[in-house]
């Protein structure tokens, strides 16, 4: 798979990968732009999840993201919510790395969440 999930706190886990169809992770595209798709649930009993934090870590040689930190919706317990983002990759050389997720809540410098995302070599060229 694309992610591969770490977490801290029992708040909130990745939908498993044999959820309804499309609702697993994905990187879409073949770039130099790719659309990032993550599917983030809270598995509470009945609280919901509020004042939490989404933060993309990545390397700003290779990659740039239109929203790379974003306040993440109150989470329902039960609802799959879906956070998308772009990503464009800045190298023509073939390379790719890995782009660090992390969800948090305000305040707290522990997140509750954290994902690895294998980035795809780019197979498309820019528009000159």
Same mark, same amino acid.
């Given at each position: 798979?694309? *992610?591969?999930?770490?977490?801290?706190?029992?708040? *909130?886990?990745?939908?498993?990968?044999?959820?309804? &169809?499309?609702?697993?992770?994905? /990187?879409?595209?073949?770039?130099?732009t790719?659309?990032?798709?993550?599917?983030?649930?809270n598995?509470?009993?009945?609280?919901?999840?509020?004042n939490?934090? /989404?933060?993309?870590?990545?390397?700003?040689? *290779?990659?740039?993201?239109?929203?790379?930190?974003?306040?993440? &919706?109150?989470? /329902? &317990?039960?609802?799959?919510?879906?956070?998308?983002?772009?990503?464009?990759?800045?190298?023509?050389?073939?390379?790719?790395?890995?782009?660090?997720?992390?969800?948090?809540?305000?305040?707290?410098s522990m997140?509750?969440?954290?994902?690895?995302?294998?980035?795809? /070599?780019?197979?498309?060229?820019?528009?000159?």
């Amino acid at each position: 798979g694309w *992610l591969d999930w770490l977490w801290d706190q029992g708040l *909130l886990s990745p939908l498993p990968q044999n959820c309804a &169809p499309g609702s697993s992770p994905q /990187v879409q595209g073949i770039g130099p732009t790719f659309k990032l798709t993550l599917h983030i649930q809270n598995t509470s009993a009945g609280r919901p999840s509020i004042n939490l934090l /989404v933060s993309f870590l990545y390397d700003q040689s *290779l990659y740039a993201m239109k929203r790379a930190f974003f306040k993440a &919706p109150m989470l /329902v &317990p039960g609802l799959n919510y879906p956070i998308e983002t772009f990503v464009e990759c800045l190298s023509n050389k073939g390379i790719s790395d890995v782009i660090k997720v992390f969800v948090l809540r305000e305040g707290q410098s522990m997140p509750l969440l954290t994902a690895h995302i294998n980035m795809p /070599v780019s197979e498309g060229l820019a528009a000159a």
